[in-house]
């Protein structure tokens, strides 16, 4: 089988890894890809949304499965694009439809589905410009913290937790009136803040059925002890240590069957990855927020503890066969770390050249590449997450000290990780 995924990450990286694995796979295509994708196959000069160029792709290269990484494509169409195509309808798209992946692409359109389907997460409003001045009067009126959210898409950068209410004023403002996140922020979610430790449970669902995939817990915040500026994720765990088999049933009758059934009963198409962002408080799960893709980094740590064969699953997502598909997960823990550029979340320079990784490769360890770029001989930093170093361990302490002892022989100007990955489970 000939597949092609779409996008340039260390998500792509990763299921190109597991994908490669499989004797289902015969030719692997990765469009944009990395310097880490180019070593298990063909990276394609290709945009992620430019839908007319990867369907002349995969037409001359006779693609039988198209993965989609990014939620960008997803929310733009990609699955429709391909489907409603009678040239490329043949082809299996792991992805929800466009209608479908508006749980992700807009705030407010996922907490009406929650609210319609009566799955738990924190009591909200929506304002824009024709309802401002409600909205300065509700959050002067509620309690602190509170939280803003861009009801679109903004780069995992479109959410702000304000302690006082000057600040949340000024967001507000910033977000309606000035465009601080461009057309995302035009319509503003303003949510009860929740408080407890978040987690990432994945979903595979094809429409009707759906198996659990491992559960994860990153990092967002740029300094040790999760202090500073958020980021797109410095690491990840898996497992999560305080979900346990009890937990896991209230997540799925609380929240995951809920969900299936309202996509469901909604007509929304729907084969590919439910990301769920939750929050465990005081023992109950809460939904934060719906992913339409596997999540950067948690793919790099919940895909290495499947022993499934991924285009297996990926097959039966695709014919709604899941019923038939039994997951197996590793009982090792994983730890992902993830360097990145000089600067980063802010600015940060690129070109820097990548030194090390032919002795990391010899531990053991899998590297993955997020933002790196193959120039002939040299491998260059080409974003601001540039690598993420997954080690396995028979424990969290263990995986993440391997990790990082892998990290120290790695170099380019500038790096920086945070080596405290998973501490509160150390």
Not at 102 to 126: C, N, V, W
Not at 194 to 203: A, K, N, P, R
Not at 347 to 376: C, M, N, P, R
Request: proline share 4%; hydrophobic share 40%; charged share 20%.
């Amino acid at each position: 089988m000939n597949i092609l995924i779409i996008g340039s990450g260390g998500r792509e990286h990763t299921l190109a890894w597991k994908l490669k694995q499989s004797p289902l796979c015969s030719e692997l295509f990765i469009a944009p890809g990395n310097a880490g994708t180019a070593q298990l196959g063909v990276n394609v000069p290709l945009a992620t949304t430019d839908f007319e160029g990867l369907t002349i792709f995969c037409l001359e290269n006779k693609i039988e499965m198209l993965i989609v990484g990014p939620e960008d494509p997803l929310v733009k169409g990609i699955y429709d694009h391909f489907k409603l195509n009678p040239l490329t309808a043949g082809i299996h798209v792991i992805g929800p439809s466009k209608e479908a992946s508006r749980l992700e692409g807009s705030k407010a359109y996922a907490k009406a589905f929650m609210d319609r389907h009566q799955i738990p997460t924190a009591a909200y409003r929506e304002f824009d410009a024709t309802n401002f001045e409600d909205g300065i009067s509700y959050i002067k009126a509620h309690s602190l913290p509170i939280v803003l959210k861009a009801d679109g898409l903004a780069a995992g950068k479109g959410v702000v937790i304000c302690t006082d209410h000057a600040a949340a004023l000024l967001e507000f403002e910033q977000m309606i009136q000035q465009a601080k996140f461009g057309e995302s922020g035009k319509r503003v979610v303003i949510e009860q803040f929740l408080d407890g430790i978040e987690l990432s449970m994945f979903v595979l669902t094809d429409g009707k059925n759906y198996v659990l995939l491992p559960e994860a817990k990153d990092y967002k915040r740029i300094g040790i002890g999760d202090k500073g500026l958020n980021t797109g994720g410095m690491g990840a765990v898996s497992p999560v240590p305080f979900v346990d088999e009890a937990y896991i049933q209230k997540v799925k009758k609380a929240i995951i069957e809920p969900t299936i059934a309202g996509l469901l009963a909604e007509k929304l198409e729907y084969k590919g990855v439910v990301f769920i962002g939750l929050i465990n408080v005081k023992g109950e799960p809460m939904v934060i927020e719906y992913n339409c893709r596997f999540g950067d980094p948690e793919t790099e740590v919940i895909i290495p503890r499947i022993e499934n064969d991924l285009v297996e699953i990926f097959l039966a997502t695709s014919q709604q066969r899941l019923d038939e598909i039994t997951i197996k997960t590793s009982p090792m823990a994983a730890v992902t770390v993830v360097a990145v550029s000089g600067g980063y979340p802010n600015q940060y320079e690129t070109g820097k050249e990548i030194l090390g990784l032919v002795d990391a490769e010899l531990t053991g360890t899998i590297v993955f590449h997020s933002g790196s770029l193959q120039d002939g001989e040299k491998v260059l930093t080409n974003g601001g997450r540039v690598l993420a170093v997954t080690s396995t361990g028979s424990n969290i302490t263990a995986a993440a000290a391997q990790s990082n002892r892998v990290l120290e022989k790695i170099r380019f100007d500038g790096i920086y990780f945070r080596d405290d990955i998973g501490y509160e489970f150390r």
